[in-house]
């Protein structure tokens, strides 16, 4: 999970905590700051598509998830969301071996689900205590492999879409000139 954490005390820039200490109503400004950051996070997240769901859900699970008068929290509650900016090998969490698709028919589908779609069964070969790291299944009397298995994939490279602190500063006191000035003309 990534998380932005926007306060008026605990601003980086001076600029900025001296336009909200003068704003009247602070929560209306935290408020609108973390839906503009988010938006910058979404929209860079999606900037990141090669035309699969995967960077739009990213983009659609990050959100502001808390607002007051004091300040507001950003996140990306995807669970990837973090790996992608950070980079880093992917291993296995809940189950013992990863599975890496290798034929077209088994990208982006669960074991359980190819075995569902396809009606056959996987197996691992090889005699027990030396079981093979793949999943393959017979067909027409040919062992035909479907997923190979690992405990974590090399490192992966990151690919940085959260905004940087200096564009939410910036958005901010943008933000902050804007009230004031609509809150000086009331």
Not at 118 to 141: H, Y
């Amino acid at each position: 999970m990534i998380t932005t954490r926007l306060e008026g005390k605990t601003a980086v820039s001076k600029t900025l905590q001296d336009l909200i200490a003068s704003l009247k109503n602070r929560g209306a400004f935290f408020k609108v700051w973390a839906q503009k950051a988010s938006l910058m996070a979404q929209q860079s997240a999606r900037s990141h598509s090669r035309g699969g769901q995967f960077w739009p859900s990213i983009a659609r699970l990050t959100q502001v998830t808390s607002a007051s008068d004091s300040g507001a929290v950003v996140q990306c509650l995807h669970f990837a969301g973090y790996h992608k900016e950070h980079g880093g090998p992917i291993k296995a969490k809940n189950s013992e071996f990863l599975t890496i698709p290798l034929i077209p028919s088994a990208m982006g589908k669960r074991v359980g689900e190819w075995q569902m779609d396809n009606g056959a069964r996987l197996f691992r070969p090889g005699p027990k205590g030396n079981k093979k790291r793949v999943l393959c299944f017979v067909k027409d009397g040919e062992l035909t492999p479907v997923y190979a298995l690992t405990k974590e994939t090399k490192p992966q490279s990151p690919e940085p879409w959260w905004p940087q602190p200096e564009q939410v500063l910036d958005a901010g006191v943008m933000l902050a000139g804007e009230q004031i000035e609509r809150e000086m003309n009331k």
